[in-house]
């Protein structure tokens, strides 16, 4: 059926009003941009001051626009990875990343370009600082499709040939531990920090969009959490370290420490948790999380243990041991998907880099299928079925016992070869604060065991029954007045609620593949090291 021209009519005047709109959107960014402008020259500040950083394009930004930036007039700053001279000293290649992304952009700086002398001289390095106003060009190489052609370079911060500690490549991490201030200018450890920053974002937008409220629990306590004692006791009786032992008063009866004295008139320490204290809200609010650091003064030295990280402590009001372990998988498929989504430059250097074990793959496996559930005495029953010619435990199984992270990546690893959840613990290897099961034996305790980590999360229902908790707390010899508030959450309108814990720097150790915990985490403290 052919078209009436009336109806040809009526499309045209409909196609000259959609351009005349596009005109007139056009005019008014336009006049937008003129108003910045001029808002922009009515504020005086020196050349390279904020007028000149506030306008600078983040480089990941430019390299992801990538052609449709060609001829553009950019600022970019960051620091120099290499600085090349080339045809015969005539001009210079700058890779110059500013810690947005892992490659950085290549700029080419001619001898006529302002600034020449100071990138090439003898201040210009390796880790040198520079800002570079230039034009976005086509690049000839096939590693990216752009490159800033330099009208000027500013040397913001020389860095000496020679003296920077980290120039060369392949530097092990144990030695860039020693190095932890540049350190974060490293490849490794560059992508850690997004990666890191990625997770703390999901973290946060996954329990916002599911209404939890957070919550920033103390960092100095009077009570024990966990019950095992490995706390940092914190004091005023020393003066800043300055006084002897001797000046400490004494109660006269036991020869103890008077703490009557002391900042708080009682012994006080650096958290292990916030948990005590997220029950008391959750207990109120229903749904609240925490994620802030904790500390353990536990003399470990492996690579799975620090003395300061992060905690994330989720806590739910008529939430069962069932409803934990959903949320607990719910929440660490979130992080894993948001991390795939947004981090995959990074993922892929950790991939061919630092865990050659099929990093992505792995955890491309964490979404496709649910976890695997099993409680603690079906692990402990497979695990002694395992032929000991095939797999040798350096400890012996038997109930009762706590597994050791040998055993915990066998079951992940081997035996469901997918993420794991055991529950149903006993409970004279766990926390005072878990429901006791009818059995009387067991809690109703979760650990969530992942591949190439052993246990990444742990949990439980918690004990919401008065006479029962007051018991335990009596059985483990705890002071029953330093938990009198915690049972008042039993006294007065007491409610089935669960929880968990995740250390954070073992999820980032988890979705990069990094080796050792203090690796995962900017200024590392472990024993004997507090620096930085």
């Known amino acids: 059926m052919e078209t009436q021209p009336s109806e040809v009519e009526q499309l045209r005047k409909q196609v000259e009003e959609l351009k005349l709109a596009a005109n007139e959107d056009q005019k008014r960014i336009e006049k937008l941009q003129v108003e910045n402008q001029a808002l922009q020259r ?9 007028e000149r950083f506030s306008s600078r394009v983040i480089i990941k930004t430019l390299l992801k ?7 553009r007039d950019v600022v970019i700053c960051g620091w120099a990875k290499t600085i090349r001279l080339q045809g015969g000293g005539r ?40 800002l570079i106003s230039g034009k976005v060009v086509a690049s000839p190489g096939k590693e990216q499709d752009i490159e ?7 040397l913001l911060g020389k ?91 004494l109660v006269k009866d036991t020869g103890k420490p008077d703490y009557t004295n002391d900042f708080f008139g009682k012994p006080a320490f650096l958290t292990v948790s916030g948990q005590l204290n997220g029950e008391m809200y959750a207990c109120a609010l229903g749904k609240i999380y925490t994620f802030g650091p904790t500390f353990r003064a536990e003399d470990s ?39 795939l989504d947004n981090c995959m430059e990074d993922l892929i250097f950790f991939d061919k880099f630092v865990d ?59 035996v469901h070869k997918r993420p794991t959840i055991l529950y149903n613990y006993p409970k004279d290897i766990k926390a005072f604060y878990m429901r006791l099961n009818e059995d009387g034996k067991t809690v109703r305790a979760m650990d969530v065991l992942v591949p190439g980590i052993g246990e990444l999360m742990g949990g439980s229902q918690r004990e919401e029954r008065l006479d029962v908790l007051e018991e335990k707390i009596k059985e483990c010899k705890l002071d029953r007045e330093a938990y009198k508030y915690y ?15 995740l250390g954070f720097e073992r999820l980032v150790r988890y979705v990069t593949g990094i080796e050792n915990i203090r690796d995962s985490i900017p200024f590392p403290r472990y024993p004997g090291h507090a620096d930085f």
């Open 487 to 501: 049972l008042d959450l039993r006294r007065f309108g007491s409610c089935p609620h669960s929880g968990f814990g």
């Open 91 to 130: 001009f210079a290649f700058v890779d110059l990343n500013d810690g947005s992304t892992l490659k950085g952009i290549q700029v080419i700086v001619t001898g006529e370009t302002p600034g020449f002398s100071d990138v090439t001289g003898t201040n210009a390095g390796t880790g040198a600082c520079l």
């Open 148 to 154: 800033v052609a330099a009208t000027e370079a500013v």
């Open 65 to 71: 626009e990538g052609k449709p930036a060609i001829d």
């Open 159 to 249: 860095c000496v040939p020679g003296d920077y500690p980290i120039s060369k490549n392949g530097i092990p991490l144990e030695v860039l531990r020693e190095q932890a201030h540049l350190r974060a200018r490293t490849n490794t450890f560059g992508a850690m920090a997004r990666v890191r920053n990625a997770c703390a974002m999901a973290t946060h937008k996954f329990f916002q969009e599911q209404g939890f409220i957070n919550l920033h629990t103390p960092l100095i306590t009077a009570s024990d959490c966990e019950g095992a004692g490995e706390m940092f006791q914190i004091t005023t009786l020393l003066k800043n370290g300055t006084a002897k032992i001797s000046d400490v008063p």
């Open 42 to 50: 009515g504020v005086s500040f020196p050349k390279t001051g904020k």
């Open 356 to 414: 050659k074990k099929k990093l992505i793959e792995r955890l491309k496996k964490v979404l496709e299928e649910p976890f695997a559930r099993m409680s603690y005495t079906e692990a402990i029953d497979c695990l002694l079925k395992v032929d000991p010619k095939k797999k040798k435990f350096d400890v012996a199984v038997s109930w009762g016992m706590d597994l050791k992270s040998e055993h915990e990546q066998y079951i992940a690893e081997v």
């Open 301 to 339: 030295h492996t690579t799975r243990h620090l003395a300061e990280f992060w905690m994330i402590e989720p806590e739910v009001a008529f939430a069962d041991l069932d409803d934990n372990m959903d949320l607990a998988e719910g929440y660490l498929k979130y992080v894993v998907q948001y991390v």
